[in-house]
């Protein structure tokens, strides 16, 4: 490979670096053909950008970027392929997918700011909650206490208008 095209290799993957929050670091080895476009199109449902890379390429990005990836430096072995994403968790449900064939396996992932490194944390990065989801929460959390006082309102209301007209009624 000339060293214009592994320049330009370097420079398009620390683009993306800086593009997405969150990737993960995945072995591919002994993925076939068939396979690998299965994963690729699942990824592309997902909004995952995936990529094959070599690794000293990848490791040439990751230094010449703002961040100091060097714990994720260990992972660069064997086949790698880097699945970009907007939304931490998504890529970790889909590993956590093809987690019964066992491939690929996770090396490592930054996610949320933090460095993941090892295939026992991909439960991990499942149970981080997306920004949609921790918005949601707090909706409902804050919908909670208000649904608690107009349903006690109303029940209220029922039993009071109940024990007004039994009053109205009884003969005096």
């Given at each position: 490979m000339k060293k214009?095209?592994?320049?330009t290799i370097i420079v398009d993957l620390g683009q993306k670096l800086k593009e997405y929050p969150h990737f993960y670091l995945v072995d591919v080895t002994g993925l076939n053909a068939e396979a690998t476009s299965k994963l690729r199109r699942d990824c592309f449902k997902q909004e995952i950008k995936m990529v094959v890379v070599k690794n000293t390429l990848l490791r040439e990005a990751m230094e010449a970027s703002d961040v100091d990836f060097a714990p994720l430096y260990g992972s660069l072995k064997n086949n790698t392929a880097v699945l970009f994403a907007h939304t931490a968790n998504v890529p970790a449900k889909l590993l956590k997918d093809y987690a019964k064939e066992g491939i690929p396996a996770l090396k490592a992932a930054y996610a949320e700011e933090e460095f993941y490194v090892g295939a026992d944390k991909l439960d991990e990065l499942v149970s981080i909650k997306s920004k949609n989801e921790v918005i949601a929460d707090i909706v409902s959390l804050l919908q909670s206490p208000a649904k608690n006082v107009i349903s006690s309102l109303q029940s209220g209301a029922n039993t009071i208008h109940g024990v007004l007209k039994t009053l109205g009624?009884?003969?005096e």
């Open positions: 214009e095209v592994k320049d009624e009884r003969a």
